[in-house]
C-alpha cells in the first residue's frame, strides 16, 4: 500500500472511510507504520514507535465488524509528543532522566485519542523537557524537517510536526509553552494549534511552565486538526486549570463564512528581524483574506517587544519549580555520584546533574535566580507585572478586531546547528509565539505560500479567550484559498 | 536596580539552591550564558510598572474546584516498579539523618 499522502489522506478522509468500511484500520496503520520505517531513520521524529499498533487497528476493525459504531478519529494513526504519559510505554521528555521511565498512566488526551478509535503510533522527539525551538535539545538527537533535512523542524513539538510532514501520521500531538507547536508547524508546513489556557486537560502531560503549557493537535489540514481539537477538548476534573466550559463545533467552524470579520495586523510583528519573504507570503495571505470579504486593519501591540523578557523569567521559574520533582527518588535516573560520603543531597545533586541536558540546567539556573531571595521583585514580580501589560494590549485590541494574524516566526526553518550554541537568539526566535501564550489565547499556524527556496512559512492566526471557533473559520478560509491559488 | 555581577559565587549559589551539582567548566559558562540572559531581560526596567498588578495566572476564575471525594489511585506495584529502589513497599534513599 502506499505512502499517506496530503489532502486526500488527511484525519477526516482516512477516519470517515474506516467508519464507512472502505478501508480498515489495518490497512491504514500499515501504511503508516512502512513510510515510518522507510523515512524516519532519516529524519528521526520517533522516540518509540508502539509495538502494539497493529493490535489496536486490529481491535477497532472488530469493533466494527460486530456493528458498533466507530469514533470521530476511527483508524487515524496519531503520533504523540513524548512528554505525555501513555500508559505501558515509554515517556522520556527526551530526557536521560526519564530514559527508562514507563509511565503507569494514560494522560487524559491520551485516554480521549483511545475512546475516538484513534490508533496511537508511537512517541515523537521534542526538546528536553520542551525547552527550546528546534528539537536540537534532545538527549536523543535531533529530529530533521522533512522539507529539507540540513535544516530543523522547530521545536519543541518537532518530532510531532515532522512525523506530519513526512507523511508518516496525518495528525500528532504536541504541546505548546511559548510556541512549541505553532513555531514547528510553521517550519514545516502543517497545522498547529495551541488552544485557549484551560481549554485541554494537562493531566499526564510533563509539566514545564503550568501558567502557560497547553496541549495541542497538529495535523495536515485545518479540517483535520479540528477534528482532533474537538477530541481532545473539554473539562477534566483531574486538571485545576481545566475550565469547565462548552466545547465549539470546531469542525463546522471550519466552513462558516468570514465576511465581515475583523482581522487585526499588529505593526510590531512586522519589524525588524522579520525575514523579507516570510513578510511578503503573510502579506499575500492577508490581501487573499481581505478578498474573501474579511475587514483587515492595523493594529498595535505595544508590549510585544517584552515577551521574551517576561517569557524567560516567568517559564523558567514556573519551570524550577516543577522539575525539582526529578530527585531521583520515586521514578527516572538515580545517580549516588561519587564514591565516599554518600548522603541523600549528595544523590539529588549528582541525579539532576547526570540526568539533566545543559538547555534544562540553564532555564533552572536563571529560574531559581529569578525567585531567589534578593532578585524575587526585580524580576520574577517585575515579569508578572509586564505580562498584565502584555494581556492588557491583546483585550484592547480584541474590542476591535475579531482575530489577530502575523507571523508564526520571523524566519524560516533555520539550519541544524545554526542557533545551537547561542541560547539568547534561540529564544528571540519565539518573539511572535511568546505574546498570545503569555495573554493564554487561543492560536494556531496554518501554511502560507513558501519562499523562493521552498521552505514553509505559517500564518499565525489568535483569537480572543475559547474563541477557537473564529480562529479556525478565517484559518480554514485561507487554507481554502490557498489551495485554489497556491502550486 | 542595578545588574546583578553573575559571577561564579552566584551560580554556585543558585545552584545550591537547586540541587545542581555543577562541574567547574558548567560553572563558568553557565555563568558567561546568564550574564547575557539576564542583561537582555532588563529592558523590562525600562517600563513603569508602578501602579500595575501581576497576573500569575490567565484563566482560573472559570476553573471549578473537584469534590473532596476518596477515588482510587494508581496500582501501588505499577508505581513502585518505576522507583530506583524499593524497601518495605516504599522509596528507598540513602540516609539524611546524622
Known amino acids: 500500500m502506499s505512502a499517506l499522502v496530503h489532502t486526500d489522506r488527511d484525519v477526516r478522509a482516512i477516519a470517515d472511510r474506516v467508519r464507512r468500511g472502505e478501508v480498515t484500520a489495518e490497512s491504514v496503520t500499515s501504511a503508516s507504520l512502512a513510510r515510518i520505517g522507510e523515512i524516519d531513520p ?26 458498533a459504531s466507530l469514533g470521530p478519529l476511527a483508524g487515524v494513526p496519531v503520533a504523540i509528543k513524548d512528554a505525555l504519559v501513555t500508559r505501558g510505554v515509554p515517556a522520556t521528555a527526551a530526557s536521560k532522566m526519564l530514559a527508562s521511565y514507563i509511565p503507569p498512566y494514560d ?63 496525518p495528525c500528532s500531538l504536541g504541546s505548546d509553552t511559548g510556541g512549541s507547536i505553532r513555531q514547528p508547524a510553521s517550519f514545516t508546513g502543517t497545522v498547529g494549534i495551541k488552544p485557549t489556557y484551560g481549554r485541554v486537560s494537562r493531566y499526564g502531560l510533563i509539566a514545564f511552565a503550568s501558567s502557560l503549557d497547553q496541549v495541542g493537535p497538529l495535523a495536515t489540514d485545518v479540517r483535520g486538526a479540528a477534528r482532533v481539537l474537538s477530541v481532545i477538548a473539554g473539562h477534566d476534573p483531574r486538571d485545576s ?41 503573510v502579506r499575500a495571505a492577508l490581501s487573499a483574506l481581505s478578498a474573501a470579504g474579511c475587514i483587515v486593519r492595523p493594529v498595535s501591540l505595544p508590549h510585544t517587544r517584552f515577551a521574551v523578557g517576561t517569557y524567560y523569567v516567568l517559564a523558567t521559574a514556573e519551570a524550577s519549580s516543577n522539575l525539582a520533582r526529578f530527585d531521583g527518588v520515586r521514578y527516572g535516573l538515580r545517580s549516588l555520584g561519587p564514591a565516599g560520603k554518600r548522603d541523600l543531597r549528595d ?118 479567550p475559547l474563541e477557537e471557533t473564529t480562529m479556525l473559520a478565517v484559518a480554514a478560509a485561507w487554507e481554502a484559498e490557498s489551495r485554489r491559488t497556491l502550486p | 536596580m542595578p545588574a546583578p555581577n553573575i559571577d561564579r559565587t552566584l551560580v554556585l549559589h543558585v545552584a545550591k539552591l537547586a540541587s545542581l551539582s555543577l562541574s567547574d567548566p558548567e560553572v563558568d559558562r553557565f555563568a558567561s550564558e546568564l550574564r547575557r540572559i539576564v542583561g537582555y531581560i532588563e529592558q523590562l526596567d525600562s517600563l513603569d510598572t508602578r501602579d500595575v498588578p501581576p497576573t500569575a495566572n490567565v484563566s482560573v476564575d472559570r476553573a471549578p474546584g473537584r469534590p473532596d471525594e476518596v477515588a482510587p489511585g494508581l496500582d501501588r506495584d505499577e508505581v513502585l516498579a518505576q522507583a530506583p529502589a524499593v524497601e518495605s513497599d516504599g522509596f528507598a534513599v540513602p540516609a539524611f539523618v546524622e
Do not use: W
Request: some cysteine; aromatic content about 8%.
Open chain 1, 107 to 169: 494522560a487524559t488526551v491520551v485516554a480521549r485519542l483511545r475512546s475516538a478509535d484513534a490508533v496511537l503510533i508511537g512517541k515523537t522527539n521534542m526538546d528536553e523537557f520542551a525547552m527550546g525551538s528546534s528539537t536540537e535539545n534532545s538527549a536523543f538527537g535531533p529530529t530533521k524537517n522533512p522539507c529539507d533535512v540540513s535544516r530543523t523542524p522547530g521545536g519543541s513539538s518537532g518530532g510531532s510536526a515532522a512525523a506530519v510532514a513526512g507523511a508518516m501520521t
Open chain 1, 347 to 464: 544523590m539529588y545533586g549528582a541525579t539532576r546533574d547526570a540526568g539533566f541536558g545543559a538547555e534544562v540546567k540553564r532555564r533552572i539556573l536563571l529560574g531559581t535566580f529569578v525567585l531567589s531571595s534578593g532578585y524575587y521583585d526585580a524580576y520574577y514580580l517585575k515579569a508578572q507585572k509586564v505580562r498584565t501589560l502584555i494581556r492588557r494590549d491583546f483585550e484592547s485590541v480584541f474590542r476591535d478586531v475579531d482575530v489577530i494574524c502575523s507571523p508564526a516566526s520571523p524566519t524560516p526553518a533555520f539550519r541544524l546547528g545554526e542557533k545551537s550554541d547561542d541560547p539568547l537568539a534561540m529564544y528571540l526566535n519565539d518573539i511572535y509565539t511568546l505574546p498570545a501564550s503569555l495573554a493564554g489565547l487561543p492560536a494556531m499556524s496554518v501554511p502560507c505560500a513558501p519562499t523562493s527556496a521552498g521552505l514553509p512559512v505559517g500564518l499565525q492566526v489568535m483569537a480572543r
Open chain 1, 241 to 281: 486549570t481545566s475550565l469547565d466550559v462548552p466545547v465549539g463545533d470546531y469542525e463546522a467552524a471550519c466552513d462558516h463564512s468570514v465576511r465581515g470579520v475583523r482581522i487585526g495586523v499588529p505593526s510590531e510583528y512586522f519589524a525588524e528581524g522579520l525575514d523579507p519573504e516570510v513578510q511578503a507570503s
Open chain 1, 42 to 67: 532519516k529524519i528521526h521524529a520517533f522516540l518509540h514507535v508502539a509495538s502494539d499498533a497493529l493490535d489496536q487497528a486490529r481491535d477497532i476493525d472488530r469493533k466494527r465488524a460486530r456493528g
